[in-house]
Each structure stands twice: as C-alpha cells, then as structure tokens.
C-alpha cells in the first residue's frame, strides 16, 4: 500500500510537472501571438490568430486535462497486487504523452513561425493600402465640403484608390483564407494528433485492464467514480461520527471524573459528620443517659420508700403497744407486789402485838415480826422504784420511735423536693435525644439524596458509554456492508455486468447510516437537557 | 447595608442580635419560631437569615432545609448553644452539612457576628 502511495504521488507530481509545462508553454504561445499581432496597426484579423491559437490551446488543454484526470482515476483504483506492472503502464503513457507533447509543441514552433511570416508580409500591404484609402477618402471629403476643386477629377483619383484598397483588402482576405487554412490545417492535425493519443490510451488501457474486465472504459471510469466517491462519504461520516464519539467520550470521562469527585467528597462530608456526632455528641448524650438512669434510679429508691411508709409505721405501732403492753402487765406486777407489801406490814404488825401480848416468851417472835414488816417495807420501796423504772422505759421508746419516724419522713420530703429537677432534667435529655436523632437523620437522608443525585448522574455517564459502544457498532455494521459491496464490485469487475445495484446499494447504506446517526447525534446533548435521572433507553 | 431575618425564641438574643445589627446599620426582622421565619422569609425577602437550631414549632434543622430547596443560594447563618444545647456543636456541623454559609456558637461577640455575616454575604 505503502508502495502504491509512493508510486501515486510520484505519478501525480510528474502529471501535474507535465501539465503545468504543457500549460504554460500553451499560455507563452498565445502571450507571443497577440504581443506579436498587436505590434501592427491592423484591426482586422489580429484577434483572429489569437481566436485560433486560443481556441487551440483550450481544446489541447481541455484533451490534456481529461486526460490526466482519466490518468489519474486509472492509477487510483488499480488493485494492489498489479500497482508495479500498472506504474510501468502508466509510465510508458506519460512517456508517450510526452512525446506527443513534445511533437505539439515542435509543430507550434514550426507553424508559428510560418503564420508569422505570412502574416506580416500580407498585414503591412493590407495596412498600407487601407492607409492610401483612408488618405483619399479624407481628401475626396474635403473636396465635397469646400468644392474648392475639379469634384469630378477627384471622385476618379477616389476611384482608383478605392479600386487599389478593394484589391489589397482581396489579396489579404485570400492571405486570411490561407492563414485560416493553415490553421485549419494545424488543428486537424492536433485533432489527429489526440485520436491517434486517444487511440493509443484505449489500447495501453486495455492492455492495463487484462486482468480487469473488459468493459467500456468510460462507463467503468465513471461507475468507479462513483463507488469511490461513495466510498470517501462513508469514511467521511463515520470520522465524523469518530470525531463526535472521541469528543463525547472525552467530555464524558471529565463528567464522569468531575461526578466521582462529587460522590467521593459527598460520602467524606458524611463519614466525618456522623463520626463527629457519634464521638463528641453520643458520649454527651450518653452521659446525659446515664444521668437520666441515675436519676430513675432515685426515683424508683423513693417510691420504694414511700411504699414502704405504712408498713413500717404499722411495725412501730405495734412495737409500741406491744411495749406499752409490757409496762402495763409490768405495772399490774408492781401493783400485786405493793399489795403484797402492805398486807405483808400489816400482818407484821399484827404478829408485834401478838409477841407483846406473849411477854417474855413472844420476845423473839417480836424480833421476826418486826423484820417481816422492815421486808414489807423494802418490797413497797422497791416495787415503786420499778415503777417509776417502768414509766420512764414507756416514755423512752415512744419518744425514740417518734423521733425516728420524723426522720424518715424528712428525707423522703427531702427527695421528693428532688424528684421534680430530676424528672424536669429527665426531659430535657429525651428533647434533647429527639433533636439529636431528628436533626440526625434529616442530615443524612439530605445527604443520601445527594448521593443518589450524584450516583444517578454516575449511572448516566456510565449508560453513556454504552451508547457510545452502540455507536461503534453502527460504525462496524456500516463499514461490513461496505466492504461486502466493495468486494462484489471487486468480484463483479471481471465480468460484463453493470456495478450500478452495488453503487444503489452504498448509495443505500450510506443514507441508512446517515439516517441512523441523526437520531443518536445529540445523545449527550439531549441527556444535559434532561433531570440527572437516570434513563436507561435503550439506542 | 442587608436586610436580615432574625429566628430565635429566646427573646433575649434575639434583642441582642437585633441591637447589634442595628448598630451595624442593618434592617432587622424578627421571628420567635420556625415558623414564624418561614412565613417571615416569604413575605419581606430577606437577603439574610439567622436562624437558631433548637426552637418549637419548626426547629432551625427544618428551616435550613425548607428555604434552602426553594433558595439554594440563600444565605443563612446557623447559631447555636446556651442553656440546653448540650449538642451545639453538632447541631451546628449539622447545619453546615445543609449548607449554611456560616455557623456561631452562642454565645457570640459583636465582632464574630459581624465577621460571620460579611462572609455569609460574601463581602
């Protein structure tokens, strides 16, 4: 391929060395022509050799430019395999054309020279006695506006000159016939010249496609145009659509870069956030909790207490009657021992004046009695000690109970008093939990809005390159079908048949993908327009 | 000089802020719940707001969100702290994560309002 491309510029350059040579040696011919023809005071005639040699050069240059053109078609489509052997065709063409124009131009050489000088001798007469006419008839002018003269003398002398000027103008216009067949001659013998050019192309390229079918030349030439031109219009639309993938492809993978970034810094933002509340503000409100707990704990302790109030009183009420119980038995016993004393003195009284009245031999029974009665005495003394004992042990414990009930009353009232700070800081820890776990969870379902926001807008880029894959694909198709026609064509150049079904069919193909690519253009455009939301449309 | 809204129920800060502002040449409009604010901001287009976070009705978490979705580039300062706001500091970061444009510990100097607000306006 590589080999080709060489052997193409070369070609091309050589063709155009030629063509621009050819050209402008064209254009300096035509240049002297008129320079030369305009040197001469002679109007009629002068634009005439220019006309034809003009004429000439367009129709030379027009066959070489076609044939250059033809030229350069036929090396273009050439199969790889023949490029070698086609370049030595094409070749040995130039060399020829060469030739020819060399032929050409040695015979514009050659033929100019003789214009020239057939020109000249005839164009200076011609000149002269278009002048010697022109002299007469001012002086014959003269004459009829002044009548200062013999008018007949001077309508003769008029005569004469005009006759002379009628046969000079002849003679040129006899010169002009010949110059006109000269060059009447000159481009029959181009038009020769580029028939037999022409013929002898046919042949070389019939001798170049023996190995190619064997078809019109010009028909083929043009199908080949037009396959070719087909050809370069899908490889244009698909580097457009090339194009358009890369940059969308680009534009995306920024998106993409710029939305992971988003996501990336959104997730941060969120981590730090909830780890900051959890470390500083959940240890808070722990604390705050456990101070709550305390505080029901204290609660619960007090409730007990006062639960536990008329238990305790019934239990000291009892102990107290039961005490009081005690003395009261214990005061009765003080009482029957006091009897006893009294009913003990008495009698011990009773046996003193009984001893008396014995004498001498009631002496030691006075002695009995009278100790008896001291008894008496001390039994009274001690059964009233025991019950003022009594009283004072009664006394004892109701004041030790009552005291000690107070007590209890006045810590509870105490705690009571608390309860209500601890059940008003009680509520504000649960407002305060609430706010926490409100404010909390609005933060984070803001931000997990966010996120899907920005994961949805992720998934789009994603879905995005899947439309570019799609596109590729409609890239690959286009390109099969292509180059399934080209083969046929390539298939079909060997046999008679007409490549125009394969030149409708690219034709075809080309529109459908044309067709196909103008409703998935503006993919990326249209999902700009569109919300972030995802859309998993299917191209 | 801006026209700001002021949401606090403590009526205490809120004449506080308002004096200080007022000071600072500023027109102050107050509002004693959330919202109170909300309707507040409907109705006078404040070109700032100061809200507190933790209020009855509708706490500053709310608002911040409300006027936020509607507004996007509303300026709003988030202040927070004082007697029960034993998480002022996450409520403020909370504020932030909503996207205030500044957030003050109560309590605040003159000088720190001042400051907050020529960023939060973008002076």
Request: aromatic share 6%; charged share 25%; glycine share 4%.
């Amino acid at each position: 391929m590589a080999v080709q491309s060489k052997n193409n510029a070369e070609f091309k350059k050589s063709a155009w060395r030629f063509f621009l040579i050819s050209t402008g040696f064209a254009v300096v011919l035509v240049g002297v022509s008129i320079v030369f023809h305009s040197t001469l005071n002679f109007r009629l005639g002068r634009y005439e050799d220019a006309l034809f040699l003009g004429l000439a050069w367009g129709v030379f240059s027009v066959s070489q430019w076609r044939l250059l053109r033809l030229s350069q078609k036929t090396v273009k489509l050439l199969p790889e395999d023949q490029v070698d052997a086609n370049n030595a065709t094409l070749r040995y063409i130039f060399n020829r054309i060469s030739a020819y124009v060399q032929d050409n131009l040695a015979f514009n050489n050659k033929s100019n020279v003789d214009f020239s000088a057939a020109s000249d001798k005839h164009t200076i007469a011609l000149s002269k006695a278009i002048g010697v006419l022109n002299t007469q008839i001012t002086h014959l002018t003269e004459t009829l506006t002044q009548h200062n003269g013999d008018i007949d003398q001077e309508f003769h002398l008029f005569d004469d000159v005009a006759t002379q000027t009628a046969q000079t103008i002849t003679q040129y216009l006899t010169l002009s016939a010949d110059i006109d067949n000269a060059l009447r001659e000159r481009i029959t013998q181009i038009a020769t010249s580029l028939d037999d050019l022409k013929s002898k192309l046919n042949t070389l390229n019939r001798k170049q496609h023996e190995a190619l079918p064997s078809v019109d030349n010009t028909q083929n030439l043009r199908e080949i145009e037009d396959i070719v031109y087909l050809h370069l219009s899908i490889d244009n639309a698909i580097d457009e659509q090339l194009k358009v993938i890369s940059y969308d492809t680009h534009q995306s993978a920024l998106m993409l870069l710029d939305l992971m970034r988003h996501l990336s810094d959104d997730a941060e933002s969120i981590v730090k956030y909830i780890s900051n509340a959890n470390e500083k503000n959940i240890s808070k409100m722990e604390s705050d909790m456990e101070n709550s707990v305390k505080f029901i704990i204290s609660i619960e302790k007090f409730i007990q207490n006062i639960q536990e109030i008329p238990d305790k009183l019934r239990a000291d009420i009892a102990a107290i009657q039961s005490a009081s119980g005690v003395i009261d038995s214990l005061a009765h016993l003080v009482d029957s021992i006091k009897e006893i004393s009294f009913q003990t003195d008495i009698l011990a009284v009773n046996a003193a004046i009984q001893a008396a009245h014995a004498g001498e031999a009631g002496l030691g029974f006075k002695i009995v009695a009278d100790e008896v009665r001291k008894l008496a005495v001390n039994s009274n003394n001690a059964a009233e000690m025991i019950e003022s004992g009594l009283e004072k042990a009664r006394h004892t414990i109701q004041d030790g109970l009552k005291f000690k009930f107070l007590d209890e009353i006045m810590l509870q009232m105490n705690g009571a008093s608390q309860v209500m700070i601890y059940v008003q800081q009680l509520q504000d820890s649960q407002e305060d939990m609430q706010q926490y776990y409100k404010t909390l969870f609005a933060v984070i379902n803001q931000n997990n809005t966010k996120l899907a926001h920005d994961i949805s807008e992720v998934l789009g880029n994603i879905q995005y390159e899947d439309v570019v894959r799609q596109r590729v694909e409609r890239i690959q198709e286009v390109m099969v079908m292509r180059n399934d026609l080209l083969r046929q064509f390539a298939a079909q150049l060997t046999s008679d048949g007409s490549a125009e079904e394969i030149i409708m069919q690219l034709n075809n193909t080309l529109n459908d993908y044309l067709s196909g690519e103008s409703h998935h253009n503006n993919s990326l455009q249209a999902k700009d327009d569109e919300d972030a939301l995802p859309k998993f449309e299917l191209f | 000089m801006a026209k700001i809204l002021v949401i606090d129920d403590e009526e205490q800060l809120r004449d506080l802020i308002k004096k200080m502002l007022t000071r600072d040449g500023h027109q102050v409009l107050m509002a004693q719940d959330g919202e109170e604010g909300v309707r507040g901001f409907h109705q006078f287009n404040p070109d700032l707001i100061i809200t507190d976070i933790i209020m009855p009705n509708k706490d500053g978490i709310e608002v911040i969100m409300e006027l936020l979705k509607s507004h996007p580039d509303l300026p709003i300062i988030a202040i927070s702290g004082g007697r029960r706001a034993i998480t002022a500091g996450f409520n403020l970061d909370s504020a932030e994560m909503l996207g205030v444009k500044g957030i003050l510990q109560k309590p605040f100097t003159h000088q720190q309002l001042q400051e907050v607000i020529q960023k939060a306006l973008g002076l």
